[in-house]
T-cell receptor
Framework: EPEVTQTPSHQVTQMGQEVILRCVPI?????FYWYRQILGQKVEFLVS????????KSEIFDDQFSVERPDGSNFTLKIRSTKLEDSAMYFC?????????????FGPGTRLTVT | AQKITQTQPGMFVQEKEAVTLDCTYD???????LFWYKQPSSGEMIFLIY??????QNATEGRYSLNFQKARKSANLVISASQLGDSAMYFC?????????????FGKGTKLSVIP
């Protein structure tokens, strides 16, 4: 069964450093997402991406964050200058179509630890 | 106001028994979808079941069913014949279509523990 993959599974970085989290969505999916989950808390939406542009973003997704689909398969989240509060699990998700019934398939997540 | 409310931080259920996990939602959008996800201790998010706001029948997927009460704005997950592998966090989520929104809004989750 096709699945969303994410690399790395765990990243440790120092405050102020840039990180790039990588995702490979399911190949025939058109909509891509990033969510984050701070330890012990709920999953929060960051950004959605369709047709090579951001379609929606949350208040969390400030200028420190950017997304890119550099080729036909990868979808990346860049955090320019990490802060301690960026420590969280970051999930990539994709869905096939726009209709309500299409579920979002989540990747296994990247645990980001900022020290 | 919270869009998704899960009032049970933790639940216990005996193996082979059924359990209901509560979820209420708040929206003025007539077109929306409700989703349940399971998050085991390993951390991944696993899709379980979906209910659309216009669906006439409650959704079912194997041992999972969704008790959808539209007037009460509730979408409770029922797990029948609980198994030890069902021990996990369970998140209710909603997508509202009217604003052209693509995001899922999640509740805080319920931690289910299945007791042998």
């Amino acid at each position: 069964e096709p699945e969303v993959t994410q690399t790395p599974s765990h990243q440790v970085t120092q405050m102020g450093q840039e990180v790039i989290l990588r995702c490979v969505p399911i190949s025939n999916h058109l909509y891509f997402y990033w969510y984050r989950q701070i330890l012990g808390q709920k999953v929060e939406f960051l950004v959605s991406f369709y047709n090579n542009e951001i379609s929606e973003k949350s208040e969390i997704f400030d200028d420190q964050f950017s997304v890119e689909r550099p080729d036909g398969s990868n979808f990346t989240l860049k955090i320019r200058s990490t802060k301690l509060e960026d420590s969280a699990m970051y999930f990539c998700a994709s869905r096939q179509g726009a209709a309500l019934g299409y579920e979002q398939y989540f990747g296994p997540g990247t645990r980001l630890t900022v020290t | 106001a919270q869009k998704i409310t899960q009032t049970q931080p933790g639940m216990f259920v005996q193996e082979k028994e059924a359990v209901t996990l509560d979820c209420t939602y708040d929206t003025s959008d007539p077109s929306y979808g409700l989703f349940w996800y399971k998050q085991p201790s390993s951390g991944e998010m696993i899709f379980l079941i979906y209910q659309g706001s216009y669906d006439q029948q409650n959704a079912t997927e194997g041992r999972y069913s969704l008790n959808f009460q539209k007037a009460r704005k509730s979408a409770n997950l029922v797990i029948s014949a609980s198994q030890l592998g069902d021990s996990a966090m369970y998140f209710c989520a909603m997508r509202e279509e009217g604003a052209g929104s693509y995001q899922l809004t999640f509740g805080k989750g319920t931690k289910l523990s299945v007791i042998p």
